[in-house]
């Protein structure tokens, strides 16, 4: 080290010497001190127009009304340094976007001044801007698209729905007089009666294939409609599936217990109540024959969320099986009446309020359905 340049004096220099970057300091009002060459190359201002000024100077004009240097002084001061990115202003008017830092300089434990850094990031911020634009304009083409197949699946699915129902109510009314006419001819036996009642089986079963497809898409159009929340009582709820459900077919050998620790829940009414009648529906609909049939609805809060559990003694489900459990028209056991769909709605309307859903099953065992709720804030 050549012994005329201290340690000091080298610093001076390279920070005199640094264009990349505006670096001065303050006195303890903001008053600028000291220069170095990157303040003309970065805000266009020579020594004698910038040193002995205040440095709101380099601000907006709004910023500087709305006192935001004294603001930043304040920040610093009290916090030990102030760093932001945000517009600034050179000598000429013109705003670039900066990362500045300001930092209070101590000697002897004494404030004497601040330092001031400021780097012009436009350059990088512009092309953020512009990735942010590219993003946004493919996600807004992304949901028109979207939009666009949603509305042609409504219009195929109420047009398919809408034109089937006409020819299945005449293959019904065709059946009605087949029958007849094979009871007029005494051609009806226990073969043909049979028969007969498998075409009608399959008629019924497409009818109810086309009432959920309806129900399906009802229920997208609902998403987009976002259906209104409400405080519920989840033990009102539970007590009306319970009246629908009410009958000695239903509940035989059914024994259903409730503990209850959360009782309210924001939540749609008309979906919660979806939601649990399809849960409870299936623990009775796939009880085991084997054993009585015991189900337990419990619920309890685990922020951030309300969890409802529904665990049965049933017929459960494989490993491999549980991997579909929630596919649209997937069905496990084929001795009950159902389409398959039910759970493929209670997962799409849960998860489109913000929750979720978890099931552990064994088959020949029993299964439970965790639901997670976003509790109410």
């Not at 034109?163 to 109510?169: A, H, N």
């Amino acid at each position: 080290m050549n012994p005329q340049h201290s340690p000091e004096a080298l610093n001076s220099f390279f920070i005199e010497q640094v264009k990349d970057y505006a670096i001065f300091a303050m006195d303890t009002e903001g008053i600028i001190t000291t220069w170095n060459q990157g303040v003309e190359q970065l805000k266009g201002y020579r020594e004698e127009e910038f040193v002995g000024h205040f440095y709101g100077m380099l601000f907006p004009d709004e910023y500087q009304q709305a006192g935001k240097p004294q603001t930043e002084l304040k920040s610093a001061l009290e916090e030990g340094v102030y760093e932001a990115q945000d517009w600034r202003k050179r000598k000429d008017g013109s705003l670039f976007w900066a990362n500045v830092k300001l930092t209070p300089i101590y000697a002897d434990g004494k404030h004497i001044g601040f330092t001031k850094i400021t780097g012009d990031r436009t350059v990088q911020k512009e092309l953020r801007d512009k990735l942010a634009a590219r993003q946004q304009s493919a996600l807004e083409h992304k949901n028109t698209e979207l939009e666009r197949i949603n509305l042609d699946l409504d219009t195929f699915i109420y047009t398919a729905s809408h034109d089937l129902r006409s020819p299945i109510m005449n293959i019904e009314g065709l059946m009605d007089i087949l029958k007849r006419e094979l009871e007029a001819s005494d051609a009806l036996n226990s073969t043909t009666e049979e028969i007969l009642q498998y075409v009608v089986d399959s008629v019924n079963r497409f009818k109810r294939t086309i009432a959920d497809l309806t129900e399906i898409s009802r229920m997208q159009k609902g998403f987009s409609e976002s259906a209104s929340s409400e405080v519920i009582n989840i033990k009102e709820v539970y007590d009306e599936i319970m009246a629908d459900m009410n009958s000695p077919a239903r509940l035989k050998d059914c024994f259903i217990h409730t503990d209850l620790q959360v009782y309210q829940l924001t939540f749609s009414r008309k979906n919660f109540r979806s939601i649990l009648y399809n849960l409870i529906s299936n623990a009775i609909k796939f009880q085991s024959p084997d054993r009585d049939c015991l189900i337990t609805l419990s619920t309890r809060l685990e922020e951030p969320w309300v969890v409802l559990s529904m665990k049965d003694n049933g017929l459960g489900i494989n490993v491999r099986q549980q991997t579909q459990l929630f596919t649209m028209f997937k069905r496990f056991h084929d001795h009950v009446e159902g389409t398959g769909i039910g759970l493929y709605m209670v997962k799409r309307i849960l998860e489109n309020a913000g929750g979720k859903i978890e099931v552990e099953s064994e088959e020949d065992a029993g299964t439970e359905f965790r639901l997670y709720f976003p509790a109410a804030v």
